[in-house]
């Protein structure tokens, strides 16, 4: 299998049309050599830079990071332990097995199902599987604190590189299986990145393919509007991205719904524009590009993924540096954990399955080339996750001004948590806002706990978690928001009930955090330049 990608790989390095050739005005056609060897380029581009920036992931939070990068080539093997490719590894696995059009549910279900370890968006949309919340609620901000979050935008990349020139195409297939984990915000990311590739099929001008892709979501979008100011800094200081990074430090660090109030940020809008950052700068040299995205901080082995896989459906896999070839050649046949493919697999299926596509969508597959009509892009409707929502306080459980508690709750050993087990027991916390998140455990002798919220029951929520040999201690176990302004009050009542695969019916609380209503970004804020 190696032997035969290497021969595809210098045959299209020898080819001349590693760029998209139009027919005439509407028409392109591309050798399916070059399409191979761009779709290998995306792959290995994610290989690439996740591996690249893995050492460095969330050690730079709101800061720039500045210490050595140590990694080496041969490193692009730890690529198959990481999120960014075996989640949307199983994505394809579900359209192998039920096909392209399969329901959002079926996605859900075998990402859920999958042996490996979720955060954030994926685990909560993983966990509302369990519970019975099924897309797009799953992904919902009724169901889904980390609605915003990027889990959508590192796993987008399959769309892209299956619609060549295709930004319509992609926003489907990104609509339906993007509000499996993520919403508004969220969604844009896998949108707008997966727009990035399909836009990098026809041409090499990074600028021009930014922009192309930023006409996949809605202009009143703060993640529309977190990019365009990306550009603007690029304007401003063209050889200085530190003093950009700034600027744009300051007026969107601070949004991060999910984890509010701590610097820690995996928002997709704030990570996005470190795609872009590391794009504009890097101009087009993968190494620059890498060390840019990364070095901005936060997720910055997802960041440097994505930045180096637009960059490797320009370039094809054949115009990468060859010491990167050569190392992804090595584990070409290695398989990405908890699925059956491996990079030499996943760049033939993927191929297969952008020819599909590009027959469905009216092109031509012959024996050699592929011909399709580039579609022009159209702005996905808006969605706000958070209207105006913004963080007013976080409160531990042992703040006790505002908690009450009935029956026989207890302390963890840590003093970190109080739990219950006994049905009827009862915790509440009174506030003054228009949201709450109550945060607490997801264990495996996790229970169930009716919900009230002023007196009117919201609904019961389920405590239990142990899949993938996970447990979440300090996860949002309840959320609500968008209340009228004034003072509320969270009730739960322990029911004393499980399902059968948990062992106890614990219920454990660890915090709170309010928000309240406001502009989500200060619209009177100024660059320094400005």
Known sequence: MKKLFI??????SLTACNTAKKSDDSIVTISKTTLQDKIAGGWAGKMIGVTYGAPTEFKAQGKTFEDSIKWKPADIEGAKWQDDIYVQVT???TMDKYGMDAPAKKYQELFAKAGYMLWHANVQARKNYFDSIFPPQSGHPDYNLHADDLDFQIEADYIGFMCPGMPQTANKMADKVGHIMNYGDGVYGGMFVAALYSEAYLQNDIPSI???ALQSIPAESDYYKNIQDVILLHKQYPNDWRKAWQELENKWGHLNICEAGKPFN?????????????LLYGEGDVDKTMEISTRCGQDSDCNPSNAVAVLGVIKGFSGLPKAYQDAVEQVGDTLFIHTSYSFNTLVKRTAEYAEEII????????????????????????????PKTVLDKRVSINDTDNWKVKG???SDENKWAKYSDKSGDEISYTFEGTGVSIEGWWVKDGGKADVYVDGNFKRTIDCYFDYAGQEHRGINIFHVLNLPHGKHTVKLVVKGEKRPESAGCKVAITGAVVYKTAEKNNVNYKFSFQ
């Open 7 to 12: 021969a595809m790989a210098v045959l299209a």
């Open 91 to 93: 994505l394809m696995e």
């Open 210 to 212: 930014i922009n192309k």
């Open 266 to 278: 995996i928002d997709a809008k704030l990570n996005g524009a470190y795609i872009v950052m590391g």
């Open 359 to 386: 027959t469905q969508n009216g092109g031509k597959v012959t024996d050699t080339n592929v011909t399709f009509t580039p579609q022009q892009p159209e702005a996905f409707p808006m969605e706000d996750a958070f």
């Open 408 to 410: 026989n709750w207890k």
